[in-house]
């Protein structure tokens, strides 16, 4: 019983870096203020019709709908919290704030026509994310907090029961969908497919009177009644066996992809498209995320390092190409727009170079390469980190470091590959005026 109860302390209590809830804080408020922007003024012409009115849930007590100017107001409110939920400013009120908002601007969205229960899942991811510590990282709290010296763990189980709230969440929603469907009146016929195959036809029909077109496979599927069998039993078996992807991670990824992989057929065999879900938004917390995002970095060798910054003193070091035109080009523009005089540098063809990081110098001398507090970064995430010092607007440049790094860094790659034929090549290093050459450790 111990051993059991540990079992489960360990993966609830789970120790996980800052950046994984701080990811899934930046998802669930761009998608919540791509909906707030994209269906900003059909929201306004829907509440105008006072007579469809039928509150629900934590807005039940109402009698009568707010005007609709107020509610452009509060619609106004409600997408400044998102930007500041999403940015982490002051996230221990903008977080609670939003949250609460967002819960009871779409319960207010949802008691006109019809309810949309496909958006109550990012409603309570937005509900755990906005009460915890998910701005630890990548926050401008936590920006703040670098710049006075203030450093939150690598790694906390602080930042791990929340994830597995959110997984549980998810997990029960489904879970309660297939419950759903057993309980309804078509109950097993669900799993042998009828239902869903009646469902289908009604659907396509639907639409083919009302002049759209039936989902792309509709036609080609409808005549096979053993598919849908086979889809029955594979959507009751993702619904009812839900929580066993709460027992092991592994587990959880395979599920979050097959569910991931059935919205997607539901909407090519229908229609019918759930965005959190098909964006794989809603899964996100099944993953380790964050490791998309986070620098490419490694440790070096503590003793090179140590000895080099105690003869140089630098803040931090940009190695870069020296016969690049391009490279001496990004160095001039570093040292012309840096907010104060952090960076020194040194070419990568350099001996300083080969002391400070030695084997870990790309044999082709592609990428820019940046040592700050004694890790390496490379390639895109150099570039980013460097721009973070740079004056406004260019250290706004650094909020792209939230693309996958496999994306910036294929980009990079691009340019780089073609670098010399595009901008050119010196035969040696550009030759620096006075002051600008103190800078340099070694050209």
Known sequence: MKNYLEKIRSNWFMQVPPQRLAVLRIATGLFSLWYLLSRFDMLQKIVNNKDAFEPIGVLSWMNYPISPEIFWWITIGVIVLNVLYIIGWKF?????????????????????????????????????????????????????????????????????????????????????????????????????????????????????????????????????????????????????????????????????????????????????????????????????????????????????????????????????????????????????REKNELFQFASLQSKTAQELIGDTIPQNLSSIILIEDNIVYQKSDAVLRICRNLRTPWNWASILITIPRIIRNSIYDFVAKHRYRWFGKQQQCELMLPEQRIRFLEL
């Open 92 to 336: 221990k009120f903008t977080g609670p704030a939003f949250a609460i908002a967002a819960l009871v601007f779409f319960t207010y969205r949802n008691s006109w026509s019809m309810i949309y229960h496909n958006r109550n899942a990012l409603i309570l991811h937005v509900l755990i994310i906005g009460f915890v510590a998910s701005a630890d990282a990548w926050s401008w709290d936590a920006w703040r907090k670098s710049k006075k010296g203030i450093s939150n763990p690598k790694t906390h189980w602080q930042y791990g029961w929340p994830i597995q709230l959110i997984c549980a969440a998810t997990v029960g929603a489904y879970f309660l969908s297939g419950v759903a469907k057993l309980a309804g009146e078509l109950a097993w016929e669900w799993v042998t497919g009828t239902a869903m195959r009646s469902q289908v036809a009604v659907d396509a029909i639907r639409k083919e009177m009302l002049g759209s077109e039936a989902a792309p496979l509709f036609e080609i599927l409808f005549e096979h009644t053993w598919l849908f069998l086979g889809m029955g039993i594979l959507t009751f078996v993702l619904e009812l066996g839900a929580p066993i992807a709460l027992f092991k991670r592994k587990w959880g990824m395979i599920w979050a992809v097959l569910t991931w992989m059935m919205h997607w057929g539901i909407f090519f065999i229908m229609g019918i498209s759930f965005r959190y879900q098909m964006t794989g938004l809603i899964f996100l917390a099944f993953f380790d995320v964050e490791k998309l995002w986070m620098s490419s970095k490694e440790v070096i060798s503590n003793k090179s390092i140590d000895t080099q910054i105690q003869k140089t003193s630098p803040n931090s070091i940009v190695l870069f190409d020296g016969v690049c035109n391009l490279c001496n080009s990004w160095v001039k523009f570093i040292i012309k």
